[in-house]
């Protein structure tokens, strides 16, 4: 599937080589993090074409560090210290098993930049360096935990900014790395993942694609295995999410039983509440845990006390509901090791905007604004493996996949349309300016994907750029000029929820 790109307007290096910018090193005393963020800028305007011995060389001059001989089959280490602060650059070789033909990796396939912080120091580096990632790149496409990961990922180049013991800035090749990334989860036995949950912080914003790969975890067989994965995610979430406001603002999860009870968890920057609830119950039993490590511990133990509560068996028996409500947010990932389902019910007091449209009778829709949330509702119900198109005369139609946890939408292309139904130069800048990727040699329909969720916002959005493009680009004049086909596992489909579009069926 394919994914959004981004220029970076990347500074050129080869004007910049034979003029090497005098970069502040560690004095004496300095317990701070100067270094780091004289030589920040640089990584981040450094544009790296083949990732080879030279390109390195030249990064180092630019930088004015201490030079050394580069070889391809090492790994390049240059460290300036100072009063215990230590300043590394540092450019990973691509490992034996990486081979270029097979992932497209160069001599090398990561540079870092990093730095040790004495004192209290953690986070105020960590914010000055992410202002200047944003004053130089924008906001990032994604932000989370553990490590307070904020990610820019560009067609070429991914730079992610991270916090632990150390600032780092790492920046790699883009679709080798996610590629190999894949091929670990898909091969590797002792596979886990790094991160404990995502979010995208505007969904709307089309400078950057989400990565092609999304890496389920293995599920948690056992209370261990559960309260092991709790851990790092409230722990992530109650030291990482203060530093990554306000592109991370709010998640929220609830873990749900037969036993018609549930535990609930809001988390914000100021802190997290966990909740007990039960069928039937007017209001939540809540406490309310300010973030820090000492607050996450605590945390963690009653969210652990609440959800023994709960009387189930096995964390198998739990389903989880997640999600990020914050204007355009939108959670991407969250690790628990507990499935996740798509609701029938809220818990939230919001009002779900699809919560009462399947219990409606199937009548046709009068206008595309009554078609749009029937078509998000049936999106959101699809089954894995799912096929549902939407088509009216001259083959003008929308199709939608669901594979695992992602969900595909696509708009026909010009190679299908009839002769009468052709896209003018118009429509064409109209499907791209509304965030439609162009049809390739891979995928000749316009195309776009989302990662399935609870969040119905998402199917909403998704509904909305489909309808938009079927009726004012494609110029189909009312949705019952529509006619659905529904397929899972190769089999036709036409299922309560497909009905409820109240189009025809082609199989009718």
Known sequence: MSALSVTFSPVNNAEQADTPTEVEHPRPGDTGYSTFLSALPHLLRTQMDSWSCTEIDRLVSV??????????????????????????????TTYFDM??????????????????LNGDVGAVAYRAALQTCVEELGPPSLVGGPGALAIWRGPQTTLTLSSTSWLSLDIEPTEPTESYRYWEWKWGDDWSADDAWMVVPNMRDTRFGLPQWWHPEPAASTWADFEDHLD?????????????????????????????????????????????????????????????LE??????????????????????????????????????TIRLGVREHRPTTVLSPAADPLSDLSAQPAVPPVDWAAFTPRLALVLQAMPDYGVLIIEAPGNRYAQFARTGNELEAEIVGQHYLADTTQLTAADVTAMTESGWDLPDGDAENWHREIHVATDTDRYLELAGFVTDALSRILRVELPTDLEVSAFSNGHDCFDPETAALGIRSRAE
């Open 295 to 332: 607050s996450a511990d605590a945390a963690s133990d009653a969210i652990k006390t609440a959800v023994r509560g709960l009387d189930v068996a096995s964390p198998t028996d739990l389903r989880l509901d997640a999600s990020c409500r914050t204007g355009r947010q939108r959670l991407a």
């Open 99 to 116: 081979d270029p033909d097979r992932w497209g990796f160069g001599e090398f396939g990561r540079i870092s930049l990093s730095q040790s």
């Open 63 to 92: 930088l004015g560090w201490p030079a050394q001989q580069t070889n391809p089959r090492e790994n390049v280490r240059i460290g300036i210290e100072a009063d215990g602060i230590e300043v590394v650059l540092r450019a990973d």
């Open 232 to 292: 790092t995610l409230t722990h992530s979430l109650l030291t990482d999410l203060p530093l990554l406001h306000p592109y991370a603002t709010e998640i929220t999860w609830s873990l749900s039983a037969p036993t018609s009870r549930s535990v609930q968890c809001w988390f914000s920057p100021d802190g997290v509440r966990v909740g007990t609830w039960r069928t039937g119950e007017s209001d939540w039993t809540t406490t309310i845990f300010s973030t820090g």
